[in-house]
């Protein structure tokens, strides 16, 4: 009879993705993940299969996190519900946005989201190719925003708030770079949330035509 498992998937989930929450992707490692759980590094390994399997339960942990409401009848808005729901989802751990941009998963977690997804898009009549479409536009929307938050002209460094950025760029030559300035002065002032909604209306008012 085999012994019982010590560790559950959700164990394994909750403290891979909490290493990558404070070290980033460079601190997940089969040995900080068994330290992590209090255990051996090679107690891992009859639950893990090496470098995929610990990315795995990152995008697993991230994904899983997705919460969206239903509103039946009404796919523009459902697709907002789940769209809103991926962003926060990624969003909240910035660190595996790498992974999640590159990793081809297929778990249940990461899948379930991009299911619903898919049947609300399915709602605006749409089916086959016209309905990839539409996903991959919506997906990569609700990623790419994501991203852009990190690696834009307009992302923090390390210690920076919102202001400081606009000042950062606001010392640029004006002659050179006038759009940039008067668009780090406009994100000093916005709010991510109100951003990525208003992006999504647009996305959105393409799909309606």
Same mark, same amino acid.
């Given at each position: 009879?085999?012994?019982? #498992? &010590?560790?559950? /998937?959700? =164990?394994? #989930? ?6 990558? @929450?404070? =070290? ?7 040995? !900080? ?12 390994? !009859? ?30 808005? =459902? ?12 969003? *909240? +751990?910035? +660190? ?6 590159? /990793?081809?998963?297929? @778990? ?7 299911? %619903?997804?898919? #049947? *609300?898009? %399915? +709602?605006?009549? #749409? ?25 834009? $002209?307009? *992302? ?18 004006? @002659?050179?770079? $006038? &759009? ?6 406009? %994100?000093? @002032?916005?709010? $991510? ?17």
């Amino acid at each position: 009879m085999p012994a019982p #498992r &010590k560790f559950t /998937r959700e =164990q394994l #989930r909750s403290a891979a993705l909490a290493l990558v @929450d404070e =070290q980033g992707l460079a601190g997940l490692t089969m040995r !900080n993940l068994a330290a992590e759980l209090g255990t051996g590094a090679m107690t891992i390994y !009859n639950y893990v299969d090496g470098r995929e399997g610990l990315e795995e339960l990152v995008t697993e942990a991230v994904m899983g996190e997705t919460r969206w409401t239903e509103t039946p009848g009404d796919w523009p808005a =459902q697709v907002v519900s789940v769209a809103e729901g991926m962003w926060r989802a990624v969003r *909240a +751990h910035p +660190h595996t946005i790498p992974l999640i941009l590159t /990793r081809r998963s297929s @778990d249940v977690p990461t899948l379930a989201p991009a299911e %619903a997804l898919l #049947r *609300a898009l %399915a +709602h605006s009549g #749409r089916s086959g190719v016209e309905l990839l479409v539409a996903f991959r536009v919506v997906s990569g929307y609700v990623t790419g925003f994501a991203q852009a938050e990190l690696t834009s $002209p307009f *992302a923090a460094r390390a210690g920076e708030d919102r202001a400081a950025v606009a000042g950062r760029i606001a010392a640029l030559p004006v @002659d050179r770079f $006038p &759009k940039l300035i008067e668009m780090a002065e406009a %994100a000093a @002032d916005g709010d $991510p949330e109100t951003e990525f909604r208003s992006g999504l209306a647009i996305v959105l008012a393409g799909l309606r035509a």
